[in-house]
Structure formats: C-alpha cells, structure tokens
C-alpha cells in the first residue's frame, strides 16, 4: 500500500466532491471511507486508475449517507449523476482547499485546525503538538470546525493570514520528518507567491526554502539528529539558500514587516554563516526582538533566550530563559544546553535526561539521552 500515493490524491478527490456540491464535513468522511476501502482493497486488486477509483468509490460513500439521512439532506435525485468509473480529471485544488477551509464562519485557529487534519492530512495528535493543547482538546475543537461548516456553501473564502499559518504547520510537520510534506507545502506556497502580491507570502516562501536548504545535514546516516551548529554546512543547498535570500530581500524592501520575514531573516544570517562560529548573533537577537514585538510568543521568547545566550553569555540566556513558563515544550533542553555552555556538567546531564523524557519524538528523545551521556561520561573522567 502507498502512503504518500494516498496522501497525495485526497486533496483532489475532496476538491472533486467539493465542486459536485457534496457539503464539505460529508465530502471528507466520504474520502476517509474510501480511503480506508484502498487499504482493505488496493494490495490484492490495485486499480488502473487509483484516482478515478477514489473519486468513484468516495462519491457512492457520499450518496450512500446522503440517502441514510434523507430528512436532512433530500439529495437521493443525486444518485443518477454517480461519476463512472475512469480517468478523473487532472486538476490541483489543493490550494482552493486551504482558503475554502479558512471558512470566515470559523475562527482562526479553528479553521487552521479543520484544514491540517482534512487538506494537509496531519493526525489530531500533531496538531494538538503543533498547538500546545491535550489532543482531547484538538479533537474537540476540529469536531465544533465540521460542525459549524456543516451545510455552509463555501463561497467565501478566508483570508490570506489564516492560510499561511496552515501551510506554515504543514511544512513545520513535514520538516520534522514526522510526515513528509515540508516539499509540498513549499510548492503550494510557490503557487500562493505567483497568484498573491502579499510581502508575507513572500516571506514564508524564503523561510521554507532557507529551512529547507539544510534538511540534508540535518540527520547523520544513522539517522540521529545533528544539531545546526554542528552540520556539514557543503551539504546546503546553496541555490535555495541564494534564491531564498533574494525573496525575502525584495520582501523586506517592501517595509512592511511581518511574522514569516522576520523568522526568515534570522534563518537567513544562519545561513549567510560560514562557520557556526561566524553566526551573527547580535542581529539575531534583534530580529528575534522584532518577533516577539510581532506575536508576544512564548516559543519565540524561548528561541530568543538561546540567542541571548550565544551573544551575551550562557548567564544571561538563563536570566532570560528564568523568565518563562518551565512548562514550555523544549524550555528544559534549552536550559540543559545553558548550564552546559556555563559549565556546570552535571546539572545540564540531569536536565538533558528530563527532556529526554519529555520529548515530543523519537530522533529527540535520543539525541538528548545521548547529550546526557556525553556529559555524564565526562563527569565521570
């Protein structure tokens, strides 16, 4: 069974559906059904045309619930337009799926929510990860967005910000190697770029690309992590990293600062850097102060608190660090890696071990057990 072939087909048989007049929250339980049908059906008898047999066995799932739930729906006259099967037609709507879920009867997060989990295909543990709320709490939250959505005709797209912010978490998930959709996005937000004269597009376009650019040094072949200071910077992909630099310069020149050029400024002095030890960490800290001034976000502040730590000393990066929530997710790793620029070993081999613990994946959770080891080993010389 292909994963990534399924994956890639159900924003288009959704958008199919869609466009047919299937009521969205229907529509995407229809194509879960028929995707569920693939897995039982595809390996014994895969078909000519997976497409075409998605978009076919979806729409009986859709017409079948429709008839189960007449008094609600009154669509059994639908029965007589069912698509025969045969070649779909070739059309990307993936990205017409992104503002139509940024529905303006929803809010933002919850039309965020909505969209990862029925366009981008993220489960409801990611994006609860992605949010910092129990997955219960997600689950909550994505059932209301279907409910609210129910029935709603989807001419009123949303708006440009609340689709950023979902193609920004797609990439983040695909980046993390959790699920490969880091390429995806970047192509969806391409399109976005070319259709939409908006400066933040442009820099979530060159945050994508300067990020991307070193997802191959990222992982050593054994497939631990390698931390950015420590990375094989030949490995970079230099024309991303070129071709990202001159989006977000032109971004910039446009004076009208946001989120993802500010992000993607400090991703850019990383990469201007030949050696970690030549990163310019004065102007980091600015650009992160411009970030926290932008979205008052604790993650951010977090991030900032390392910089701090690169420019004024590992002490101050703690006095910064002390000033934040210890509940924060990686706030432990970070003030593992301080203690350990300060030089006290065996607190940081203890801190390493507590986010080790609580680490929200496995190539994480061992390279921090590994960190505490190292220090542990050399405590023990």
């Not at 609340?162 to 391409?190: H, K, P, Q």
């Amino acid at each position: 069974m292909n994963e990534v072939l399924l994956r890639s087909l159900t924003p288009s048989v959704l958008g199919i559906l869609v466009r047919r007049g299937a009521d969205f929250a229907a529509a995407e339980d229809a194509v879960q059904d028929a995707l569920v049908e693939a897995v039982r059906v595809w390996p014994a008898d895969p078909p000519r045309d997976p497409k075409g047999w998605l978009v076919t066995v979806a729409w009986r799932r859709f017409l079948d619930a429709t008839r189960a739930d007449a008094a609600r729906r009154r669509r059994e006259d639908r029965i007589d337009e069912e698509p025969a099967p045969g070649p779909a037609p070739s059309v990307d709507d993936t990205l017409q799926l992104y503002f139509l879920c940024a529905h303006p009867s929803l809010t933002p997060s919850s039309a965020v929510a909505l969209t990862l989990r029925a366009v981008g295909g993220l489960t409801t543990r990611q994006i609860a990860q992605a949010y910092l709320v129990p997955e219960a709490t997600m689950a909550q939250r994505i059932s209301r967005a279907k409910r609210t959505v129910s029935g709603v005709r989807f001419d009123q797209p949303g708006d440009v910000a609340t689709v950023l912010r979902v193609l920004y978490l797609v990439f983040n998930e695909g980046y993390s190697g959790d699920v490969d959709l880091a390429a995806e996005a970047i192509r969806l937000t391409r399109q976005l770029a070319a259709a939409i004269d908006h400066p933040e597009v442009a820099g979530l376009l060159a945050l994508m690309l300067l990020h991307h650019a070193r997802r191959a040094a990222r992982t050593a072949p054994d497939g631990s992590l390698v931390t950015l200071a420590e990375q094989d910077r030949g490995r970079w992909d230099t024309e991303s990293i070129a071709e990202g630099v001159e989006i977000l310069q032109a971004a910039l020149a446009r004076d009208r600062l946001g989120e993802f050029q500010a992000q993607a400024a400090i991703a850019a002095l990383h990469a201007d850097a030949r050696t970690a030890q030549e990163t310019d960490w004065v102007q980091i800290v600015e650009w992160y102060d411009e970030l926290a001034r932008l979205t008052d976000s604790p993650v951010v502040r977090l991030n900032r608190a390392v910089a701090v730590g690169e420019t004024d000393g590992p002490r101050a990066g703690l006095a910064a660090l002390a000033a934040l929530d210890d509940t924060l997710p990686r706030h432990t790793a970070v003030a593992a890696y301080l203690h350990e620029r300060d030089g006290d070993l065996t607190t940081a081999a203890q801190l390493y071990t507590e986010a080790a613990q609580k680490a929200p994946n496995l190539a994480e959770r061992d390279h921090l057990t590994r960190q505490a080891a190292r220090l542990n080993a050399r405590a023990s010389m």
